[in-house]
């Protein structure tokens, strides 16, 4: 079975600064993919950033990146000069082959930008 | 862009009631997914079909079930609906593994109340 720990309930991270969200995971299966996605208020979900098991290089988009460490299982997002408008929970959520696109997904990560 | 849109944004229903939540997506996504979103318990999936007519449970499908008679249309049902299912549920949709990229796209989200 498959698994994703986020382990901050809330974060607060000043405005202009960089702030890392939590992941970890666990899977058995070889080939698997991380998701980050952000859903704030309004609650809808965002897609922000993927890293597929075999991807060398650590994933960015944009002020987003994810620091993909295989052999800790931890897939964190690191948001670079963080905004007001980044105040949202994000989730960590993970697809494994053969698992039809089905996403399990942590429990989540509030964050708090704050002026 | 992908639009994934949910019949409701909020519905109260009764006890007992039959309650029918519906999402329809206009990319052509052959894989479309139902969630719920608790405090604390992030997204658990209830159903997914992965074509037209087709459907398998998720991780909590107890006291749900699903219809998907067109390929754009996937419906979530409440046979009898139980204060214990108020939450928040999300649909999503994604193109079938290897037939492009794997993130899912979400709708805005229904939050259901059942009193």
């Known amino acids: 079975a498959q698994k994703i720990t986020q382990t901050q309930p809330g974060m607060f991270v000043q405005e202009k600064e960089a702030v890392t969200l939590d992941c970890t995971y666990d899977t058995s299966d070889p080939s698997y993919g991380l998701f980050w996605y952000k859903q704030p208020s309004s609650g809808e979900m965002i897609f922000l950033i993927y890293?597929?098991?075999?991807?060398?290089q650590n994933a960015t988009e944009g002020r987003y990146s994810l620091n993909f460490q295989k052999a800790r299982k931890s897939a964190n997002l690191v948001i670079s000069a963080s905004q007001l408008g980044d105040s949202a929970m994000y989730f960590c959520a993970m697809r494994v082959t053969g698992g039809g696109n089905k996403l399990t997904f942590g429990t989540g990560t509030q964050l708090k930008v704050e002026l | 862009d992908v639009k994934v849109t949910q019949s409701s944004r909020y519905l109260v229903k009764r006890t007992g009631e039959k309650v029918f939540l519906e999402c329809v997506q206009d990319m052509d996504h052959e894989n479309m997914f139902w969630y719920r979103q608790d405090p604390g318990l992030g997204l658990r999936l209830i159903y997914f079909?992965?074509?037209?007519?087709?459907?398998e449970k998720g991780d909590i499908p107890e006291g749900y079930s699903v219809s998907r008679e067109k390929k754009e249309r996937f419906s979530l049902i409440l046979e009898s609906a139980s204060t214990n299912q108020t939450s928040m549920y999300l649909c999503a949709s994604s193109w079938a593994p290897g037939q492009g990229a794997y993130e899912q796209y979400f709708g805005p989200g229904t939050r259901l109340t059942v009193t």
């Open positions: 890293q597929g098991s075999y991807d060398q």
């Open positions: 079909s992965y074509d037209v007519k087709m459907k």
